[in-house]
């Protein structure tokens, strides 16, 4: 058995430190792992790519719409109106497919937009493809740096730096094809409602697009009506497409001698079967234009997710189940470039002039919580948008929820969340007063045997078992617990946890400010002054705390708990340490309390 409180504390912290700090790699590797023994068998394999009547309304000239390494992505649009070739997977056996329509001459001049603003979103739409070009957060905390100034998040840009556009549909493999950039006629029909047509030129497919904004959230509808305008029957399917882009140079995650840069680690999602698979760019960089397998079930969503923001792909109840499918694929060309997106797959032929319809609801935004599990696009359908918002460790996940929720709840009154923060440290400190007041107790009284704890070292040197079994009877002799000090701790082991989840995830906190250089609760400290306060205060703290019987232990809780917390703070998110450090004035203000002014007295020995 261990002599003395410390050694049992010095166990649990590192227990728990190593949690957190290991976990989202373990939990990562699990993740990977079970996406690779969970996956059903190929249905299909994504072919043709935008070469196949896919839409890439991109513009070459611009530098965020040109290839890594200064090439033309493939399908896009060249500055003097043609199509740059499309890469091209050798087909499967299909129907007799007509002639493709002949792209029209595309000029960046040409080109007519219609704008939606609602009081969250400016929303741009493109005559080019019929998609949306711009899809603007106009939170003030939802911006980013872009060539050296600040502008507020473009979720089509965000994300999709491939130089594609958000919401693009394809017919890959359908037997009557859409122009590369199909050229369409949006207007505005109501002041949250866009309608864009597109007619061929001679015999193709007839589409109409129709866009419904929520005015109240990040959600819209799109409703797809196809038409067959040919004189022969068709079979066709339908895709709908979100580019992602994850530069390869960047760092997705930060570790414990690296910083995250900024809102990271973009990769393809689907919900299907009830179970979320995840796809890196750099997994689909080697999968290239084939892709990964279809995915056919239950699916409830695919699209795009990054830490604090998602683009979210949901097909409504009314297609059948065996016709949802998500994919995701790599783009030739563009290292670190990705398509997911949505197929619904062949639903019967169509006869001249005959629709088919397919309704898609989105998602474009950040991944609140609250906001993500209250989307609905069909009364009683619920896609379980929120399953993407990564809370920390599964077990803990409901405890997250829970703070995360208080956090919020606070904010209704408080409008700086990093005095929200504050306010909810000192509420899980009231909560845990009791046990953290037992546990000071168990320590002091437990300083207090030193005297007699030295006696009976010395009195049973070299025999071990002896000397623990005279320990025992001294602690019983006392009324003291020797697990006292640490169930405590172990208790609130899981609340630890649980808040390093919930602030370290939480959109609500990305680049919230708090106070003077504090301008960014979901990055670290810039200049290091929270770590170093952090660090000094904890070490007064463990300078007024009772020590264990162990010299050695004492001196271990001295140094390694201030350097341990100091080195992660560097690290941690700025609203992670600032909570840890509030919590550590809080502690100290309690133990100096306990140590002047508490009345309890110190169990004293039975009498024989």
């Known amino acids: 058995m261990m002599q003395g409180n410390g050694a049992r504390v010095i166990a649990t912290v590192a227990i728990c430190m190593g949690l ?3 976990w989202p790699y373990i939990f990562g590797l699990n993740k990977k792992k079970k996406d690779k023994d969970e996956r059903p068998a190929v249905v299909a394999v994504v072919d043709g790519g935008v070469g196949d009547g896919g839409e890439t309304p991109a513009v070459v000239g611009e530098d965020d719409f040109a290839g890594a390494d200064g090439g033309i992505i493939d399908g896009a649009v060249l500055a003097d109106g043609a199509v740059a070739p499309a890469v091209v997977v050798a087909p499967t056996p299909r129907p007799v497919v007509l002639d493709k329509p002949v792209q029209p001459k595309l000029d960046p001049k040409d080109e007519k937009t219609v704008v939606i603003d609602t009081p969250l979103v400016r929303a741009e739409f493109t005559s080019f493809g019929g998609a949306i070009k711009s899809w603007q957060l106009k939170h003030p905390q939802y911006y980013e740096h872009v060539g050296g100034k600040k502008v507020q998040i ?3 840009r965000h994300l999709g730096q491939a130089g594609r556009y958000a919401m693009t549909i394809a017919t890959p493999e359908g037997t009557a094809r859409l122009p590369e950039v199909p050229l369409y006629d949006c207007k505005i029909d109501s002041p949250y409602k866009v309608t864009c047509v597109h007619e061929p030129k001679g015999e193709g497919l007839a589409i109409e697009r129709t866009y419904t904004m929520d005015p109240d959230t990040y959600v819209l509808d799109m409703a797809v009506k196809m038409r067959n305008a040919t004189k022969r029957v068709v079979i066709e399917t339908l895709e709908v497409r979100i580019a992602g882009y994850q530069d390869p140079e960047k760092k997705t995650r930060g570790g414990m001698f690296s910083r995250p840069q900024g809102d990271t680690a973009q990769e393809s999602v689907c919900h299907f079967n009830g179970k979320r698979k995840y796809l890196t760019s750099k997994k689909l960089d080697k999968l290239g234009a084939t892709g990964s397998p279809v995915l056919t079930g239950k699916v409830r969503f695919a699209g795009v997710t990054t830490k604090y923001f998602v683009a979210l792909l949901v097909p409504h109840r009314d297609s059948s189940p065996e016709a949802r499918q998500c994919l995701s694929y790599g783009l030739p060309g563009r290292k670190g470039a990705f398509m997911s997106g949505l197929r619904f797959a062949k639903s019967g032929e169509l006869k001249p002039g005959e629709f088919q319809e397919v309704a898609v609801g989105a998602y474009f935004g950040p991944k609140i919580l609250s906001q993500l599990e209250s989307v609905r696009f069909e009364e009683g359908e619920n896609p379980k948008l929120g399953s993407t918002v990564s809370l920390g460790w599964s077990l803990v996940s409901p405890i997250s929820r829970l703070m995360l929720w208080i956090l919020r709840s606070i904010h209704n009154f408080v409008p700086n969340w990093g005095l929200c923060i504050i306010l909810l440290t000192i509420l899980v400190k009231l909560l845990t007063l009791p046990l953290m007041s037992k546990q000071m107790r168990s320590m002091k009284a437990m ?7 030295d006696k009976i070292k010395a009195k049973y040197k070299g025999d071990k078992q002896k000397e623990q079994i005279a ?7 006392h009324k003291i617990n020797p697990l006292g000090g640490c169930l405590p701790t172990l208790i609130q082991a899981p ?3 649980a808040l390093y989840g919930a602030l370290g995830g939480a959109a609500e906190l990305f680049q919230a400010p708090f106070a003077g250089w504090l301008n960014n609760l979901t990055s670290p400290d810039p200049y290091y002054i929270t770590p170093l306060l952090l660090g000094g205060l904890t070490f007064l703290q463990q300078k007024i705390t009772p020590q264990p019987v162990d ?3 004492a001196k271990i809780m001295m140094y390694m708990m201030p350097i341990m917390f100091t080195v992660f703070a560097l690290f941690f998110p700025s609203g992670l340490s ?10 100290g203000a309690h133990q100096y309390y306990m140590n002047r002014g508490d009345k309890t007295a110190t169990p004293s020995p039975k009498k024989a």
């Open 578 to 587: 600032l909570y840890m450090l509030t919590n550590t004035i809080l502690t």
């Open 471 to 477: 320990t025992m009877e001294l602690y019983k002799s």
């Open 551 to 553: 010299n050695q232990q």
């Open 20 to 22: 957190i700090v290991v």
């Open 154 to 156: 473009d979720m089509v």
């Open 447 to 453: 300083q207090k045997l030193k005297p007699e704890m």
């Open 495 to 497: 609340i630890w946890i």
